[in-house]
């Protein structure tokens, strides 16, 4: 006995379409974008913010701190005669020498005259120490850059000392902020670099905490 099948229809696929998002999931996507975009830009305008204090102060170490504890004096270059080596704006940190300890090669502050303020700071290429009639020893002193010695040598009571240490560019900076004003403007403007970091790194930990908490509702 034979059984007889009737085929069945064949039915064609049917295509879905993808569901578009309900507005809330894009809410909630386009405030993690937002919040991964601030939480980036956070990171880098605290970089920035750390950068400007460990500039700040490296600057006041090398102007204020450091000749403050030794009895240095900082000064700035402020002309091309010691190129290459010191171009003008560097900072030159001078410390007090005794003169028996100057030696020919060593730079040297001194006045351009006794007592004065205005201050030239050559090299010593040359000692006169025998057959003076003063009895004390003198200089003759070049810029780097120049192509003559200086015209008058230098006599011991016009030298401040010999350069220690020097940085270039922070000069200006030392200019900018000099006098009684150096003591105050740096550190306040430690102190305001100091909030703004601190600024920065609180606000990156919020957006941070709140990127986790609107992670968990969705």
Do not use: C
Request: proline share 7%; glycine share 8%.
């Amino acid at each position: 006995m034979s059984t007889m099948t009737t085929p069945r229809p064949t039915v064609a696929p049917v295509e879905l379409a993808p569901l578009a998002p309900m507005p809330a999931q894009v809410a909630v996507r386009g405030r993690r974008r937002a919040l991964k975009e601030r939480g980036l830009l956070g990171y880098l305008a605290l970089g920035l913010s750390w950068g400007l204090l460990a500039f700040v102060l490296l600057v006041a170490a090398l102007v204020v701190v450091v000749p403050a504890a030794t009895g240095s004096t900082p000064y700035t270059i402020l002309t091309s005669s010691m190129e290459p080596n010191m171009p003008a704006g560097t900072l030159i940190v001078v410390k007090p020498t005794d003169v028996d300890d100057i030696q020919m090669g060593d730079v040297i502050t001194y006045q351009l005259n006794s007592g004065q303020s205005e201050v030239v700071t050559h090299r010593v290429i040359a000692i006169q120490g025998e057959n003076l009639t003063d009895g004390e020893r003198h200089f003759i002193t070049q810029g780097d850059a120049n192509s003559a010695p200086d015209e008058n040598p230098v006599r011991e009571v016009q030298v401040r000392g010999t350069v220690w240490y020097s940085v270039p560019w922070i000069g200006w900076v030392n200019n900018l902020v000099n006098g009684d004003m150096r003591a105050v403007v740096i550190p306040i403007v430690a102190v305001l670099l100091f909030g703004y970091a601190g600024w920065m790194l609180v606000t990156s930990r919020i957006d941070k905490r709140r990127s986790r908490e609107t992670s968990a509702t969705s």
